[in-house]
């Protein structure tokens, strides 16, 4: 289950603001369910069962079991939406006795590259690149860095542990023809950054030992959710409360969170909200606290700078570890905590955060049971139906990247790609 809250202790909005926007926007709301044609191209994700039905799992499943066979180490190399989703899940619910997952191909740096083959050296490796044009430098240049690594490591069996995600039909494809890797699909009609629930991201999870039916069926249970209320509807409610917030001022909105398993999902979160509705001239700029640690710096301006932030504070509702502080005879002055849990004593600061944070600024609560595939699936699916909402009431098209293209131009010129 996932819960929404919205507290606006300063009555920025009024409740009479939001009922009369979700009324007048109800239209774009049911086009949204319905998905709209001129976003036909990008909206695989829409239902989940599209790209991540029972035979797509069952195939998922043997493929990664077969991995898992050979390998101790599996590098997912790809960038942006092509490795966001995977990574969120993998880092935040690692298990033990599954392959050690790497990243590459999302960083052009020499020393980064150096230090991933060291850790490759004495381990058993499978490679999956995942891009959706096979143009994008990064993943590109990833992929000829660890084929090398593999051949000389393996020969003509590298192939073996060789295997790429791509769209039908493109260069990517051509080479797993010619080349003997296996291939997984990345669908025309789905982008990166809405692509967990399809080969791009289940594949990897798999691989690592991740529930992949559970965090289907944690998108489908959001779906059903969110295609069947209004008022009641929390995307909805969160979309509309999000646009108003902006139309009064509010350019920022910062995920915080105090459990740092939500690192990587906090990336995926970035990407989705940047990359989707930062155009125009248009769109909220996302930033993520990891707390309790960025309490300590940024908390500041939360609290007393540039009123332009709101916030949304993301919480698990059950206890999944625990620490109880015992006393040790020393006197550090710390003896108030004698016998608690970190657990507890963490979510005392949260509590303690969203109060004094509230004073100040719009808060939203977002809160899922546990940290668990099946809540990431829901979070995932809450999230992308939230923001083509949130991107449709801001008048912009909230599936395509055009300002990306800017630096690309630039540096494809300085290196000479024709
Ligand atoms: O969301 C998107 O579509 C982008 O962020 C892409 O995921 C990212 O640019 C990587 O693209 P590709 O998979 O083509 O390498």
Redesign the pocket.
Known sequence: MLELTYQDRKGILSSQEITDYMAASKDILARVKKGEERYGDSLGWLDPDQWGGEAALSYLEEKAARVREIADAFVLI?????NNSARAVIKALRKPGMPEIFYAGNSISPHSARCLLKELENRSVYINV???????L??GLGFRILRRFLEEKYGCEAKKRISATGTKGSWLDKLCKEYGYDFFI?PDDI?????AICDVGLFPMAVAGMDIRGLVQGAKDMRQRLMSGEEDNVAYRYAIIRNLLYKKGFRVEMLSFFEPRFRYFGKWWT?LLA?SEGKDGKGAYPVTAECSEDLHSVGQFVQEGSPVIYETFLNVKERDFSYVLEADGVDDRFDYVNGRDLWDINQAAFGATCQAHGDRLPVFGLTVDRLDAYHFGQLFYFFEFGIYLSGSLLGINPFN?PG?EAYKNYMFRALGKK
């Open positions: 790809g960038v942006g939406g092509s995942i891009a959706k044009n096979f143009e994008t990064e993943p990345f982008g990166g950054r809405f692509s990407q990359e990247q990306v």
